[in-house]
């Protein structure tokens, strides 16, 4: 009877750390690309939106229809991480590569890069984006661009 007991105080115990140590584990998480181009009408901004009204706010109309932006399906126990930006210093930077979304218990993460993908575009100011629909979380968001992560309450928007 005592062996029972102190076999089931470990096995809670290792159960127990178990879980504390797998809140900092990463976890890959499902997303789809929804929209992608050179053609951003925003210079710089990472967008975190869960519904269609706060995308009138910031892009154009007829953005929205070409991208279909203003679909309701694409919000429903969805959200839409929206990264804009523009090659100011003429770099040919042309796309942006996501290297992957993952998640813990209490952050997302969201990697990319900003590349120049095609060397034939290098003489234009390009502004690339990438519009990426995820499954709706309260986290905390951490964006990662170029291994840098982007801290500033300036660079990340949440609806």
Do not use: R, W
């Amino acid at each position: 009877m005592k062996n029972k007991i102190v076999f089931i105080v470990l096995l809670i115990g290792l159960i127990t750390s178990g879980k504390v140590f797998s809140q900092n584990e990463l976890k890959p998480v499902e997303h789809k690309i929804i929209a992608e181009g050179t053609d951003s009408p925003i210079p710089e901004l990472q967008i975190i939106c869960f519904n269609k009204y706060f995308n009138k706010d910031y892009l154009p109309a007829d953005f929205l229809k070409k991208y279909n932006l203003d679909n309701k399906k694409l919000y429903k126990k969805k959200m839409l991480i929206e990264i804009f930006q523009s090659d100011k210093n003429k770099k040919g930077l042309d796309k942006i590569d996501l290297i992957g979304i993952s998640e813990n218990d209490t952050e997302l993460v969201i990697e990319y890069n900003v590349v120049n993908s095609q060397s034939d575009n290098d003489d234009k100011q390009l502004s690339p984006f990438l519009i990426v629909q995820v499954p709706k979380s309260k986290k905390k968001m951490k964006l990662i661009a170029n291994g840098i992560e982007l801290g500033k309450a300036t660079d990340v928007y949440v609806d």
